[in-house]
């Protein structure tokens, strides 16, 4: 077995030389609301409380690979620090991954989550293997070498390349394979206890999903703490001055045309109704699309 190595090797020293500032401002996630609810729900149930430390990658297959559907957010605020190109398996589909299996030799990508596990140098340079968590899902990773690693046809060279197929990036047997200068930024960003979290709506087909784990010692991702205060009485009023007069709300932006892309024929259908769904969450949520420039 080959020794587990810094993740961060010489041959990224000039790379993580350059200015990697990344201001939380600037990021956009795009994960869906049924990616981010059902995550956020499987990782309470898995952890057994509301995280208040480490990392949760978010990936959300109910997007194109040519748009960034890895999302990776800081659990301890709450904040997204990253969104990046991700590939899905050879066999899973083309431009959009919509076949899963956790079989052996199968090249297809898994659903469910994983625990980030050691860090090592590959065939493909510097990965973190993945432990999968969730059994008729990805219980298969280490066996079948499912692991985050870089790969060259995850670029816009790939896209342009294949700008006649929707502007797809290249496939890999099942890794998240990222680009290289993603990678370097996945590392410095991504604190442990790490997560990952592959999402599709074929999780929603599944009954048993979440798997049932023991009951978590606290409510899936919290409910509030503290019972709602008493109000004291008051005294009457005799007379008051009228409310003033309320704005009237803002109108919604208006959608951005994008290109047509063929879309699968399971779409989403809005927030996950499963289980009691959490008061709020600490997870920023950026709605829409934004098209790979």
Do not use: W
Request: hydrophobic share 35%; glycine share 8%; charged share 20%.
């Amino acid at each position: 077995m080959p020794e587990p190595r810094s993740f961060v090797t010489p041959l990224f020293t000039s790379a993580l030389s350059l200015s990697l500032v990344f201001t939380i401002g600037c990021t956009s996630p795009v994960v869906s609301p049924s990616a981010l609810s059902l995550a956020q729900q499987r990782l309470a149930r898995e952890v057994g409380t509301v995280p208040k430390k480490g990392t949760l990658v978010v990936v959300d297959y109910t997007k194109p690979s040519s748009e960034k559907r890895m999302t990776v957010i800081d659990l301890k605020t709450g904040r997204a620090r990253m969104n990046s190109l991700v590939a899905h398996g050879v066999n899973s589909g083309l431009v959009y991954a919509q076949s899963f299996s956790d079989e052996v030799g199968s090249e297809k990508s898994s659903l469910g989550l994983y625990r980030v596990g050691e860090e090592y140098m590959g065939k493909h340079g510097p990965s973190l293997r993945l432990d999968g968590l969730d059994r008729g899902f990805n219980l298969n990773a280490r066996k079948r070498g499912i692991v985050v690693h870089s790969a060259s046809y995850v670029s816009k060279e790939t896209m342009h390349e294949n700008r006649h197929e929707y502007g797809r990036i290249g496939r890999s047997q099942g890794c998240l394979a990222l680009n290289e200068k993603d990678l370097v930024k996945l590392d410095r960003k991504m604190q442990r206890p790490a997560y990952v979290f592959a999402y599709a709506p074929t999780l929603l087909a599944q009954g048993a999903y979440p798997p049932l784990n023991p009951a978590p010692p606290q409510p899936v991702l919290a409910q509030a703490d503290n019972p709602a205060p008493t109000r004291k009485p008051t005294t009457p009023v005799v007379a008051s001055a009228p409310a003033p007069a309320q704005k009237a709300p803002a109108p919604a932006p208006a959608a951005v045309d994008l290109p047509a892309i063929p879309r699968p024929t399971q779409v989403e259908t809005g927030p996950v109704a499963l289980g009691d769904a959490p008061a709020q969450t600490g997870f920023y949520t950026v709605s829409g699309r934004a098209p790979v420039q």
